[in-house]
T-cell receptor, first 118, second 115 residues
Framework: AQKVTQAQTEISVVEKEDVTLDCVYE???????LFWYKQPPSGELVFLIR??????QNEISGRYSWNFQKSTSSFNFTITASQVVDSAVYFC???????????????FGTGTLLAVQP | EAGVAQSPRYKIIEKRQSVAFWCNPI?????LYWYQQILGQGPKLLIQ????????DSQLPKDRFSAERLKGVDSTLKIQPAKLEDSAVYLC?????????????FGPGTRLTVT
């Protein structure tokens, strides 16, 4: 069965600190997709990144970076030099490849609340 | 490009009453999803449409929840009768059916409180 575990419920850091959010997943499929979403206090889920199971290359986008390791079934997210605006709940999610290229449902973790103090 | 639209943003009802939520996906997106997010949890899929056909409704409580997507564009989710445990945020999302476009884009959600 598919499952996503985000063991860190809450993390509090001081502005400019680096922070890593952990994500561990379980799936029996060989083709799958991993996602990170941000949910600020306004409530809307904001897409951050998608990773394919066949592409383990790490990715960096500005202050954000993602480390995908199939050997440990992990897809961790690092924010460098955190800012107050990064305060939000971050969700890791998993989906299988669907027919016709459309994604199936997202299986979400329970989220990590990141609080960045000024 | 306009995002996913949802209404209402907030709704308070008493248990056993009925309620309906509306969603308009991003233009051209063939797949539409309804998720339920209970406080402190990640969203959970209720139903997924591909155009106007149902792809997955395995977690939809069909005795009280119903959804439709007429004409393959906007969608309505209904709860009748509501229970206290239905208090949650109901999120609508949509995605393109183009190969390689697997991202789901979410609307602002409808926060439902059942008293």
């Amino acid at each position: 069965a598919q499952k996503v575990t985000q063991a860190q419920t809450e993390i509090s850091v001081v502005e400019k600190e680096d922070v890593t959010l952990d994500c561990v997943y379980e799936t029996r499929d060989t083709t799958y997709y991993l996602f990170w979403y941000k949910q600020p206090p306004s409530g809307e889920l904001v897409f951050l990144i998608r990773r394919n199971s066949f592409d383990e290359q790490n990715e960096i986008s500005g202050r954000y970076s993602w480390n995908f390791q199939k050997s440990t079934s992990s897809f961790n997210f690092t924010i460098t030099a955190s800012q107050v605006v990064d305060s939000a709940v971050y969700f890791c999610a998993l989906s299988e490849a669907g027919y016709g290229g459309a994604t199936n449902k997202l299986i979400f973790g329970t989220g990590t609340l990141l609080a960045v103090q000024p | 490009e306009a995002g996913v639209a949802q209404s209402p943003r907030y709704k308070i009802i008493e248990k056993r009453q009925s309620v309906a939520f509306w969603c308009n996906p991003i233009s051209g997106h063939a797949t539409l999803y309804w998720y339920q997010q209970i406080l402190g949890q990640g969203p959970k899929l209720l139903i997924q449409f591909q155009n106007n056909g149902v792809v997955d409704d395995s977690q939809l409580p069909k005795d009280r929840f119903s959804a439709e997507r007429l004409k393959g564009v906007d969608s309505t989710l209904k709860i009748q009768p509501a229970k206290l445990e239905d208090s949650a945020v109901y999120l609508c999302a949509s995605s393109s059916d183009r190969v390689g476009s697997y991202e789901q884009y979410f609307g602002p959600g409808t926060r439902l409180t059942v008293t």
